[in-house]
């Protein structure tokens, strides 16, 4: 005897679908969406480090090539590392990486700072392994990180937009 009905959960999906459709949501890269504002119109201030390029190259894959940009994005990248891990030895087996972008929307036409915010987050790395997972694992946990704060960027730009119209 099971306690899962798939007539209940069927008709409650469908109703949940009914609501949604009924509250006006519509998906924000869909064709036609808010995102849609953005696409080709955000020119992001150029990497100077092997950071702040995966958060251009995230940056630049959703917003797509520029060729007459409405808006300028401009930030700062912080981070700080933390072991985490240690033996009895006292070696370290793990580090926590932290990392916060403040970044600024301003619209180029009118130089009129449409919003300025933050984001953060954090991923982690073990230590442990070959040398060349010693030399690898930072390098893309920062770049996990990177397109990390890439995307809640590209989620508060949206929101903003959104509420600009």
């Known amino acids: 005897m099971s306690l899962f009905d798939r007539r209940t959960f069927l008709i409650s999906a469908i109703a949940s679908l009914g609501?949604?459709?009924g509250c006006g949501f519509s998906p924000a890269y869909a064709p036609g969406g808010t995102a849609a504002a953005l696409r080709g119109q955000v020119d992001v201030d150029a990497p100077s480090d092997r950071e702040s390029y995966a958060l251009v190259n995230r940056l630049s894959t959703v917003f797509g090539p520029t060729t007459?940009?409405?808006?300028?994005?401009?930030?700062?990248?912080?981070t700080t590392e933390h072991a985490i891990g240690l033996t009895r030895d006292q070696e370290i087996t793990r580090y926590h990486i932290e990392g916060k972008v403040s970044f600024t929307l301003t619209e180029i036409q009118t130089e009129r700072v449409l919003t300025k915010s933050d984001v953060s987050s954090f991923t982690a790395y073990s230590a442990t392994g070959s040398t060349v997972d010693a030399i690898t694992a930072p390098r893309d946990a920062y770049e996990r990180l990177m397109v990390i704060l890439a995307d809640q960027m590209v989620s508060k730009l949206i929101t903003t937009v959104e509420m600009q119209k």
């Open 19 to 21: 609501a949604v459709a």
């Open 68 to 78: 007459a940009p409405l808006y300028r994005l401009s930030y700062d990248i912080s």
